[in-house]
């Protein structure tokens, strides 16, 4: 040891003790007068036997690993479901050829058109298209030993070539098997001789998932293939994430890092069973600010299933109208919860008609499983296989009804008919709610397509009055009046005068009906 480090080391090794008086071998009490004193060798015999058995524990400490602490067995969890999930993870190359014109300046009429005409030809020269390649990238996993892989839709959506990119470098076209835009879900299969060591990831049960269970998120994000993140299950059962998917969603949130190319990727538990498949995030800089969302796996497998199988998928059909339940809605219903779905309307010849579900039933529990609100409710049916015959428990009149439906197949959405333009507004009826209304004529239900029903059309909704605050719009038809069927003008107005405080009324447009709660105070 050089005299620097000495030195430096001087002011904080030298301990000051206090003075102690003199005792001899350091010990001296009460008892070590009563012991009988030990011969010097023997004392020297026992000091030598100790000290070989500490150094005989410490060599064996030494050449014996330590425990791991409950930490690192916690941290290598994760390394060790990286390290299993990793080979059924795929990056996902997708290109497309565009095509822009070219314009010429002076051409197809211009007075310098003739600058530029062909040599051999009398007619001026045309814009020529000029192509090139965009390209796109996002995530993916291996289903089956067959080769299909799952991702998003939106990762190949309009795609001309796809690319399947493994773990071990490996490079493999793609085919386009089976898309479905309403759940943002895509099915690939890879093109010839399958790699011998392709690996299927494990899909979980993400219906058992626990809100705070820790998860790994595994993609490409900005292009960095593989990458593994971490993070929790903040919420299930996200809804409103993105007005594109229709109204199947379901969502998982995370906050695991989810950035773009990582969409189409695994969200894994600490099991490895892979129990989401991410693709959306909320941020204002386009960047993972801890909002990310990722597809129920239990979704996904129905989805998979179908378009491995046909190419397309198909959903249950119960053939009604229905809405939430809000705390105005619950009192008027005298329900005392708003969990369940209100039947707004009942469509004709509709499995829920031949089954006995009628406008006004709460439907309160489907195919065994509580109803939480009606996204919940369309989710299950859409869900259920068609023909299956499925338990619907409903709330009429404030007691519990089962019912048994047979599900249909959800038809392709029809375009619904323009509105017209009412021009004759003679018999309108102004109340004191900010709400006009008017009887309802053969040329406007037909035009609506309301052609068999009844009731009292709303002609004007005044801004700012109770009636536009309800969500009442011009245009809309009154058919009931807290319960009651209204077939004229003089019916409506008899009914908001025998209510007290709030109208529950039942209105339909061309798109739907449902129930508004109307104060009159």
Not at 223 to 229: A, I, K, L, W
Not at 336 to 356: C, H, L, R
Not at 424 to 441: A, F, Q
């Amino acid at each position: 040891m050089s005299q620097d480090y000495k030195s430096r080391l001087q002011p904080h090794g030298k301990l000051d003790t206090p003075n102690m008086p003199e005792t001899g071998h350091g010990c001296k009490t009460e008892f070590h007068s009563t012991l009988p004193r030990l011969p010097v060798s023997h004392v020297i015999a026992m000091k030598t036997t100790l000290l070989v058995a500490v150094l005989a524990l410490v060599t064996i400490a030494g050449n014996t690993p330590a425990a791991p602490t409950p930490l690192q067995a916690f941290s290598d969890s994760f390394a060790d479901v990286a390290e299993r999930v990793r080979p059924s993870v795929v990056t996902i190359y997708s290109e497309k050829v565009v095509k822009l014109p070219r314009f010429h300046p002076f051409s197809d009429g211009s007075p310098f058109q003739w600058f530029f005409e062909e040599e051999d030809s009398a007619r001026p020269r045309r814009s020529v298209p000029r192509e090139f390649k965009q390209t796109g990238m996002g995530s993916g996993m291996v289903l089956d030993k067959e080769g299909h892989i799952l991702t998003n839709n939106h990762v190949v959506d309009d795609v001309d070539d796809v690319k399947v990119k493994f773990t071990d470098g490996t490079i493999l076209d793609a085919e386009i098997i089976g898309t479905d835009p309403a759940t943002d879900i895509a099915v690939l299969k890879l093109k010839g001789k399958l790699p011998a060591d392709l690996a299927p990831a494990a899909l979980g049960d993400s219906d058992a998932l626990r809100v705070g269970e820790w998860v790994l998120a595994i993609g490409a994000p900005f292009g960095f293939e593989q990458t593994v993140t971490a993070g929790i299950i903040s919420a299930k059962g996200r809804g409103q994430v993105d007005g594109r998917r229709g109204n199947y969603e379901d969502f998982l949130q995370t906050d695991a890092a989810i950035n773009r190319g990582n969409s189409g990727g695994p969200l894994v538990n600490l099991r490895g069973e892979v129990i989401g498949i991410n693709t959306a995030i909320i941020s204002a800089s386009g960047q993972s600010a801890g909002v990310g969302f990722a597809i129920p796996v239990n979704m996904a497998k129905r989805i998979t299933r179908d378009l491995v199988k046909s190419g397309h998928v198909t959903r249950g059909f119960l053939g009604v109208i229905i809405q939430d339940i809000t705390p105005t809605l619950a009192e008027q219903f005298k329900l005392g919860q708003t969990k369940g779905s209100i039947v707004a309307q009942v469509n004709k010849d509709t499995p829920a008609e031949k089954a006995g579900i009628q406008a006004g039933d709460v439907i309160v529990r489907f195919a065994g499983q509580p109803v939480e609100d009606t996204r919940n409710l369309r989710n299950r049916v859409a869900a259920t296989d068609p023909g299956a015959k499925t338990d619907v428990v409903v709330l009429r009149d404030g007691k519990e009804k089962k019912l048994v439906v047979t599900l249909g197949e959800l038809p392709d959405d029809d375009a619904s008919p323009a509105r017209e333009r009412r021009g004759n507004r003679r018999s309108e009826t102004k109340t004191d709610y900010g709400l006009t209304v008017e009887p309802l004529t053969d040329r406007q239900a037909q035009a609506l397509g309301l052609d068999k029903e009844t009731g009292v059309m709303i002609a004007e909704v005044e801004p700012g009055s109770s009636a536009a605050e309800a969500g009442l719009r011009t245009g809309d038809l009154i058919v009931e009046v807290n319960r009651q069927r209204v077939t004229n003008v003089e019916e409506f107005r008899k009914g908001l005068k025998d209510a007290k405080d709030k109208a529950l009324l039942l209105v339909k447009n061309q798109e739907a009906s449902r129930f508004v709660v109307l104060p009159l105070k």
